[in-house]
């Protein structure tokens, strides 16, 4: 099993990115998708996540902000960050969840102006 984690960067607060996820080893659609997050000195943190066939459901901290969405089809995944703040500032990791180890190496976000 692989993720493989993209799209991260430095961006004004305020501003959009967009993150993607691609995952090889297994079928993604026996799997719900998530995206968490873990910020310098602080836990892992689950942000969204989207079952095969479901609706998402998003954690209270991005919810209006952050859009997950999957392409079975391609085994992969993406997040859309908008109206970022300096508190998204973490390291981002697509995985399932419940998780699948090993975990990818994640992507850099970095709200800061």
């Known amino acids: 099993v692989q993720w493989v984690e993209s799209g991260g960067g430095l961006v004004q607060p305020g501003g959009s990115l967009r993150l993607s996820c691609v995952l090889s080893?297994?079928?993604?659609?026996?799997?719900?998708m998530a995206w968490y997050r873990q910020a310098p000195e602080k836990g892992r943190e689950l942000v969204a996540r989207v079952p095969f066939g479901g609706g998402p459901i998003y954690a209270d901290s991005v919810k209006g902000r952050f859009t997950i969405s999957r392409d079975d089809a391609k085994n992969a995944g993406s997040l859309q960050l908008t109206n970022l703040k300096p508190e998204d500032t973490a390291v981002y990791y697509c995985?399932?969840?419940?998780?699948?180890?090993?975990w990818g190496q994640g992507t850099q976000v970095t709200v800061s102006s």
């Open positions: 995985n399932s969840h419940p998780n699948i180890d090993p």
């Open positions: 080893g297994v079928d993604l659609r026996y799997y719900t």
